[in-house]
Nanobody, 124 residues
Framework: QVQLVESGGGLVQAGGSLRLSCAVS????????MGWFRQAPGKEREFVAG????????YYLDSVKGRFTISRDNAKNTVFLMMNSLKLEDTAVYYC?????????????????WGQGTQVTVSS
């Protein structure tokens, strides 16, 4: 079975940092692009960051560029999201997702597998 398990969420003050981790099992990790999405209360789920399966090219939501960094450790089947300079509007449930094989992208429809989500709350 395919499993994606997020960790690292929590409560942090504005301006602080968190690192999210997503441990993946049940698939050939290097064949999949990986992404992070988030969903705030009353809002649609939105793409935050992605990293492709081939060269590690990365993609970011404009509002997090320069603050967030996505990376992957293929030896450990793990993807990370380092979040710096957190803002109140970053508060959301963050979801880890794996693309279809040999895929990547910024759209929900391009991702086949999803984690359960981890809450990130940024306080003033």
């Amino acid at each position: 079975q395919v499993q994606l398990v997020e960790s690292g969420g929590g409560l942090v003050q504005a301006g602080g940092s968190l690192r999210l981790s997503c441990a993946v099992s049940g698939l050939t990790f290097t064949w999949h692009g990986m992404g992070w999405f988030r969903q705030a209360p009353g809002k649609e789920r939105e793409f935050v960051a992605g990293i492709d399966w081939r060269e590690g090219s990365t993609y970011y939501l404009d509002s997090v560029k320069g603050r967030f960094t996505i990376s992957r450790d293929n030896a450990k089947n793990t993807v990370f999201l380092m979040m710096n300079s957190l803002k109140l509007e970053d508060t959301a449930v963050y979801y880890c997702a794996a693309s279809a094989p040999l895929g990547s992208g910024t759209e929900r429809s391009q991702y086949a597998y999803w984690g359960q989500g981890t809450q990130v709350t940024v306080s003033s």
